[in-house]
């Protein structure tokens, strides 16, 4: 598995899911308001709209949460948003990207780079670590959506670049910007997919063992908690030895 879906697993046998998915549903619906205010408040002519309603679908945000977000755009609100990427190196030197959306960019700035420094890493500049990664599309199914050769055929027609298909399921790529037209098709052949949205995917990995991963998911953790981050992603990979003692 990567490094990202590894860290789902960590958050769900941790038992975090409640204060999680309270956290997740804020920040889906900033993306949603944000996404609304800068394009049509109609998903089906705003392409960004579209793929953050799917997004926060996939993970139930409820229906009336989504329209809410929506009217919030119309009403002013989200005009303030900034959208921000802070790149830098965690323990052990894995590669950091952090992805903001905030209202202050001093505070955020402040908040991101003291946590680097208190948990062993180092917060660079925007493109010091960006070149280890690749933009795109991801769409994710679970593996019951069907066999391996069923979805590669769907995701071939479909447009997309690249599957990779395990016991947990089936995880889709694409380039980042085709990934509404490929969501839509991979959707009228397979269904409504668990999750759909734009990644930054390692080219390069740093493997860890259990005291490096402990260090970077305490990192993870703490940026992830804060309201101003929308989303973690880092280029390690672990055995599943050490997954199993985490």
Same mark, same amino acid.
């Given at each position: 598995?990567?490094?990202?879906?590894?860290w789902?697993?960590?958050?769900?046998?941790?038992?975090?899911?409640?204060?999680a998915?309270?956290?997740?549903f804020?920040k889906?619906?900033?993306?949603i308001?944000?996404?609304?205010?800068?394009?049509?408040?109609?998903?089906?002519?705003?392409?960004r709209?579209?793929?953050?309603v799917?997004?926060?679908?996939?993970?139930?945000?409820?229906k009336?949460?989504?329209?809410?977000?929506?009217?919030?755009?119309q009403?002013?609100e989200?005009?303030?948003?900034e959208?921000?990427r802070? $790149?830098?190196?965690?323990?052990?030197?894995?590669?950091v990207i952090?992805? !903001?959306? &905030?209202?202050?960019?001093?505070?955020?700035?402040?908040t991101v780079?003291?946590?680097? #420094?208190?948990?062993?890493?180092?917060?660079? $500049? &925007? #493109?010091?670590?960006?070149f280890?990664?690749?933009?795109?599309?991801?769409v994710?199914?679970?593996?019951?959506?069907g066999?391996?050769?069923?979805v590669?055929? !769907? !995701?071939?027609e479909?447009g997309?670049?690249?599957?990779?298909s395990?016991?947990? #399921?089936?995880?889709?790529?694409?380039?980042?910007?085709?990934?509404?037209?490929?969501?839509? !098709?991979l959707?009228?052949?397979?269904?409504?997919?668990?999750? &759909?949205?734009?990644?930054?995917?390692?080219?390069?990995?740093t493997?860890l063992?259990?005291? #490096?991963?402990?260090k970077?998911?305490?990192?993870?953790?703490?940026?992830?908690?804060?309201?101003?981050?929308?989303?973690?992603t880092?280029?390690?990979?672990?055995?599943?030895?050490?997954?199993?003692?985490?």
């Amino acid at each position: 598995m990567a490094g990202h879906s590894k860290w789902a697993n960590i958050q769900h046998r941790k038992g975090r899911q409640d204060a999680a998915r309270s956290k997740l549903f804020s920040k889906l619906s900033k993306e949603i308001t944000v996404a609304a205010k800068m394009g049509d408040p109609d998903p089906e002519k705003n392409p960004r709209l579209r793929l953050a309603v799917k997004e926060a679908k996939a993970v139930s945000v409820p229906k009336d949460v989504i329209d809410r977000a929506i009217s919030k755009s119309q009403a002013g609100e989200g005009d303030d948003y900034e959208e921000i990427r802070y $790149e830098g190196y965690g323990p052990n030197g894995v590669a950091v990207i952090v992805e !903001a959306m &905030t209202d202050n960019r001093n505070r955020t700035a402040s908040t991101v780079r003291s946590t680097f #420094g208190k948990h062993g890493g180092n917060l660079g $500049e &925007t #493109g010091s670590v960006s070149f280890m990664f690749e933009r795109k599309g991801e769409v994710v199914y679970p593996a019951e959506v069907g066999d391996e050769d069923t979805v590669l055929m !769907a !995701a071939l027609e479909a447009g997309a670049e690249d599957v990779e298909s395990s016991q947990d #399921g089936h995880t889709i790529y694409c380039a980042d910007t085709d990934l509404n037209e490929v969501s839509t !098709a991979l959707e009228a052949d397979l269904g409504e997919a668990e999750s &759909t949205k734009l990644i930054w995917k390692p080219n390069v990995s740093t493997e860890l063992d259990l005291e #490096g991963a402990q260090k970077l998911f305490r990192l993870i953790e703490v940026l992830e908690d804060d309201d101003d981050i929308q989303r973690v992603t880092a280029n390690f990979d672990i055995s599943d030895e050490v997954m199993e003692q985490l």
